[in-house]
């Protein structure tokens, strides 16, 4: 186990505080078509992942960031925003938060 | 070190990081007000500032930077990002920034970068592409107003690969390089910000 490691391990209840809300706004963001807010919420997420070594997350977040930056569709936006949903409740249940 | 990031998780991951080392938390800030106000109080050695400091329309890391070197702030400066960007090696050195820290959750990397500055010296990221700098102002190229253009007209990355007979990641790149010119972070912000500057 390294430093990092364990950092990430001590902010885990931050970011399942912080994770599974910000995920529920990009949804609805996402539902509502509003790019920016997409795009500003998954930017936040993605750095948030990146802190805790949650790949998967970070890698959706990145995705949907992208998506809404590149003026996705709709469709593809609340694509992307589930994606990032399941991603963060796959996390918070492998953490056991 | 004063932390400057919206975020409490990262702001909670550099306290942890430097925990044990000879650096500190002087204090946080999640927005550029609250930072202009401890930057005074705290005297911090180094910012560490996040280059997207809240929602869209808010001061960047970089317009942060910039402002507090021209209060004559003297702190060394790191701009933290989550993902590569374009040009921003270049932009933080205009900004009077000495280095830039991706946020990878890696403890080493934002100290060797803390140990840098500190010395002296300076830490950009190398994983950041560059982007060209014309006549030592940041312009925009033709190719970037054109993108620009057919953003501003509604236009979806795809349908502006299309439309121009070039790539979409190549549309990317464009974009991505005329929002750090311009100081924006998001497609509207663009069309705005090169309306305003009349190069659109």
Redesign the interface.
Known sequence: VT??DR??A??RP??AA?AAPLAASLAEAAGAAR???V??GA??L???A????ETAVADAA?AL??AA?????PGELRERAAAVTAAVAAALAGSGS | VLVIDDDAVVRAWVRLSLEGTEFYVAGEAATAADARTLVGRRRPRVLLVDLHLGAKGSTSGIDLVRELRLDGEQAAALVMTARPETGLNELAVTAGAQGTVLKRGRADDLLEALRAVVGGGEAFDPEHPRAPVESGRQVLSKREREVLGLVAAGATNNEIAADLGIGEETVKTLLARAYTKLGVRRRAQAVAAAHERGLL
């Open positions: 430093r990092d950092i990430a001590a902010l931050v970011f912080e790019a920016d807010e795009a500003d930017h936040r993605l750095g948030m990146a802190s805790v070594h990145r960031e992208r930056d590149g003026g996705a569709p």
